[in-house]
């Protein structure tokens, strides 16, 4: 079967690296793709934002599937559109990518069904917004309501923070995503990403991963995409991930079943594990980055085969096998990131860097130049590594970023820090 991939990260290229694994696969295209991505797919210059040129190549290519990597093209209703052109995608309808598309829409989901989530309000203006602030307390949590490229979320610890928030969201500061906003009631607690194939009605857990936000070591400074990621999360004993399932995911499930929009795709919860139990901070459509270059590499069945089944509704008759390692992932970004990077600059020492033993290289924003890789973004390079416990993991890609010859990127040097403290901690 002949695959297109939408997306061009580290998240993509792990995909690719799984998809291309798969028995059943033919050829696989990735839209538009990057310097890593185009040693295992043919890279292709497609506009994803034209949904007939995507159907036509489609067509053209005789595409089994397509793959959706990030959210706006979800949010956007390509699966919708290709659906109707007959073509078969993995990824959430329009309407269910609301989960991510809209903070507001799930918040509201989760009052209409019982979710354990914050307390919270929506607004459409300045002055209403700041007459609910002043009666919450601090710290509190302002988000822009749509899609802001993870950077429309404020955690304010002073009343003067949470109102400059509202007046930057209100101002334009995250365009048309802030025309609403939401304020929500701050949960404290330890956070997990946690992951889940859903066909519409079935449920099947991928695992849960932490990710570290934050761009310097300690988890301090601006909040990024994403530094680092390590899967499974020990926060998430067992017992935390039923509730998780019973609490969250299956209400969640069966309310956009029952309003007539089946979520259909991967479900990515945002989860603070409080005193009282795991409650939802966000919901995303679409896999995590860098959580899933960890999940990628823990993934022992045919990711190809478990995107199918969801697409085709029937997850009830699936399963999937996991390696017990652990996985671990390094970000390298460009300084500067998650400010204004410089493009261009050469990265050496990949080849020496993959040969380290357990680690995988996956590229995040990286462009050939003839024999030269280059970065081409804020990302550039995800270095990941499985292993017995979080230590051995993080030892092994740290060992392989040693390797890696680039005096304008860095790493941070800390990933893992919580659950190595509990490994060590146990034995
Ligand atoms: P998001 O962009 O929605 O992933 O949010 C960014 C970060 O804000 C999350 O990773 C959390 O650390 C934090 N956050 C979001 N909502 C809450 C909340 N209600 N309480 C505490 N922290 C939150
Ligand atoms: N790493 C968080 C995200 O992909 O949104």
Redesign the pocket.
Known sequence: MNVLLIGSGGREHALAWALSASPLIGTLYCAPGNAGIADMARCVALDVADHAAVIAFCREHTIGLVVVGPEAPLVAGLVDDLAAAGIKAFGPTRAAAQLEGSKGFTKDLCREFSIPTGAYGRFHDKASAKAYLAAQPIPIVVKADGLAA?KGVVVAFTRAEAEAAVDACFEGAFGSAGAEIVIEEFLDGEEASVFALVDGKTVLLLGAAQ?HKRVFDGDKGPNT??MGAYSPAPVMTPAMMQRTLDEIIKPTVAGMAERGTPFKGVLFLGVMITTQGPKLYEY?VRF????CQTLMLRLKSDLLAALLATVDGVLDRFDLRWHEDVALCVVMAAKGYPGDTAKGSEIKGLDAAAKVPGVQIFHAGTKRDGTRILANGGRVLNVAARGKTVAEAQARAYEAIAEIDWPEGFCRRDIGWRAIAREQSQS
């Open positions: 993870g990710d995409g994403g995303n995590g980055d860098p959580e």
